[in-house]
């Protein structure tokens, strides 16, 4: 039933990305944290929101360039890692997580190529009535993916990580540290976006330090 769900949320966190809202709940943070009350493990999907947060911020969906999807991305990662227990549970959950935003990143696009075969004619009568179905369809189908594709991702993800969560071979510093260097490229990434470490070395160097502080509160 979990599945269940958890597709749901997924599908409900996919329209908020672009097709409906846009109010932020599918930033993997807070997609984490939605997950984890559903799971109940919000401090668990808290934390796989927030590297996977730090993973995902150069991509921000704009133009017509294809992006993976943050939202089913962390609630697969979170519906894998929250029910098995061991070290390797949340790197493998990260890891499932990031694989399967790009498999979604693709369903996206297709969904949106299938989009303008919904548009009608611009001859045709009651113009206004067409467009407002086709909109809904849009949305519509755009919800089913998104609950399809993280439900289907949450079911393989949980087979493949009951084969080879025993078997993963670092310990939990190891395995945070291999986490957090992989996020530290891609926040590097996105610092060079922005004008590179001279001209952002301020805001870097207190948001570095508010970071910290947060990991030791928390």
Known sequence: MDILRLG???????LDGTAV?????????????????????VVQGTLIGAILELYLLVSVPSGGARFPEGATATVVAVACAVPFD????????????LVWGQVSGVTVDAQRHFNA???PDEGGEDLAGSLTKGHLLAVLL???RGAVVTAVGIAGGRFLMAAFVDRWPLGASASMVLL???????????LNDLGGFRRRKVWFTAGLALGLLGSRLL
């Open 180 to 190: 957090l260097v992989g996020g530290a490229v891609s926040a590097g990434i996105l």
């Open 8 to 14: 749901a949320l997924g599908g409900l966190l996919g």
């Open 86 to 97: 061991g070290v390797g549970a949340l790197p493998l959950g990260v890891a499932g997580g």
């Open 117 to 119: 075969r919904l548009m």
């Open 142 to 144: 755009d919800f089913v």
């Open 21 to 41: 809202g846009q109010f932020m709940l599918s930033r993997p943070l807070v997609a984490g944290m939605l997950a984890g009350w559903v799971t109940g493990d």
